[in-house]
Protein backbone atom coordinates (compact mmCIF):
# COMPACT_ATOMS: atom_id res chain seq x y z
CA UNK A 1 0.00 0.00 0.00
CA UNK A 2 1.53 3.63 -1.14
CA UNK A 3 2.13 5.89 1.83
CA UNK A 4 0.26 9.23 1.35
CA UNK A 5 1.41 12.40 2.10
CA UNK A 6 -0.41 13.88 4.94
CA UNK A 7 2.08 17.11 5.33
CA UNK A 8 4.73 18.83 3.23
CA UNK A 9 7.12 21.42 4.41
CA UNK A 10 8.66 23.43 1.62
CA UNK A 11 11.79 25.81 1.99
CA UNK A 12 9.51 28.64 1.35
CA UNK A 13 7.34 28.27 4.23
CA UNK A 14 10.28 28.79 5.83
CA UNK A 15 12.62 32.37 6.64
CA UNK A 16 15.79 31.72 5.00
CA UNK A 17 18.52 34.34 6.24
CA UNK A 18 21.82 34.83 4.69
CA UNK A 19 25.25 36.06 6.24
CA UNK A 20 28.81 36.44 6.30
CA UNK A 21 30.82 33.26 7.78
CA UNK A 22 33.91 34.38 9.57
CA UNK A 23 36.82 32.12 9.91
CA UNK A 24 39.31 30.34 7.72
CA UNK A 25 38.11 30.59 3.87
CA UNK A 26 39.77 33.17 2.35
CA UNK A 27 38.02 36.21 0.35
CA UNK A 28 35.51 34.16 -0.69
CA UNK A 29 34.37 34.09 2.96
CA UNK A 30 35.18 37.77 3.80
CA UNK A 31 33.18 39.24 1.01
CA UNK A 32 30.42 37.05 0.30
CA UNK A 33 26.95 35.85 2.49
CA UNK A 34 27.64 32.30 2.19
CA UNK A 35 26.24 31.23 5.66
CA UNK A 36 22.59 30.35 6.06
CA UNK A 37 20.37 30.14 8.62
CA UNK A 38 16.90 28.56 8.02
CA UNK A 39 13.92 29.32 10.20
CA UNK A 40 10.77 27.44 10.52
CA UNK A 41 8.25 29.60 12.53
CA UNK A 42 5.48 27.27 12.92
CA UNK A 43 7.78 24.85 14.71
CA UNK A 44 10.27 27.33 16.20
CA UNK A 45 13.08 25.15 14.90
CA UNK A 46 15.96 26.22 13.41
CA UNK A 47 19.37 24.96 11.08
CA UNK A 48 22.39 26.65 10.52
CA UNK A 49 25.39 26.03 7.79
CA UNK A 50 28.59 28.30 7.21
CA UNK A 51 30.91 25.09 6.88
CA UNK A 52 30.66 25.21 3.09
CA UNK A 53 32.23 27.52 0.58
CA UNK A 54 29.07 28.54 -1.24
CA UNK A 55 25.50 29.19 0.03
CA UNK A 56 23.64 26.78 -1.84
CA UNK A 57 25.33 24.07 -0.24
CA UNK A 58 25.43 25.67 3.12
CA UNK A 59 21.00 26.31 2.48
CA UNK A 60 20.62 22.46 1.73
CA UNK A 61 22.56 21.48 4.87
CA UNK A 62 20.67 24.21 7.31
CA UNK A 63 17.43 23.01 5.66
CA UNK A 64 18.28 19.34 7.01
CA UNK A 65 19.45 20.30 10.19
CA UNK A 66 16.31 22.16 11.02
CA UNK A 67 13.97 19.35 9.92
CA UNK A 68 16.34 16.94 12.16
CA UNK A 69 16.13 19.10 14.86
CA UNK A 70 13.90 17.94 18.02
CA UNK A 71 11.69 21.21 18.06
CA UNK A 72 10.74 20.69 14.02
CA UNK A 73 9.59 17.13 14.78
CA UNK A 74 8.05 17.68 17.97
CA UNK A 75 5.43 19.96 15.78
CA UNK A 76 5.29 17.42 13.10
CA UNK A 77 4.11 14.58 15.68
CA UNK A 78 1.73 17.14 16.67
CA UNK A 79 0.72 18.41 13.16
CA UNK A 80 0.15 14.86 12.07
CA UNK A 81 -1.98 13.93 15.07
CA UNK A 82 -4.15 17.08 14.51
CA UNK A 83 -4.56 16.53 11.05
CA UNK A 84 -5.68 12.90 11.10
CA UNK A 85 -8.07 13.85 14.24
CA UNK A 86 -9.49 16.20 11.56
CA UNK A 87 -9.72 13.70 9.32
CA UNK A 88 -11.90 11.14 11.43
CA UNK A 89 -14.15 13.66 11.89
CA UNK A 90 -14.67 14.16 8.43
CA UNK A 91 -15.53 10.16 8.21
CA UNK A 92 -17.31 10.18 11.49
CA UNK A 93 -19.73 12.98 9.48
CA UNK A 94 -20.15 11.42 6.41
CA UNK A 95 -20.77 8.12 7.79
CA UNK A 96 -24.19 8.99 9.60
CA UNK A 97 -27.36 7.44 8.65
CA UNK A 98 -28.36 10.57 7.01
CA UNK A 99 -25.82 11.03 5.12
CA UNK A 100 -25.76 8.06 3.97
CA UNK A 101 -27.75 7.26 0.26
CA UNK A 102 -28.37 3.61 0.59
CA UNK A 103 -31.42 1.66 -1.70
CA UNK A 104 -32.15 -2.15 -0.15
CA UNK A 105 -33.59 -4.42 -2.62
CA UNK A 106 -32.81 -3.28 -5.83
CA UNK A 107 -31.04 -5.44 -7.33
CA UNK A 108 -31.02 -5.25 -10.88
CA UNK A 109 -29.77 -7.85 -13.43
Excluded at 13 to 30: L, M, S, V, Y
Aim: with cysteine; hydrophobic share 30%.
Amino acid sequence: MPREKVLTVRISDCEIQTFKATGKGGQNRDKRDTAVRIIHHQSGARGESREERDQLSNKRKAFVRMANSKAFKDWLTREHSRRIADVDAWLDEQMKPENLDVEYGSDTN
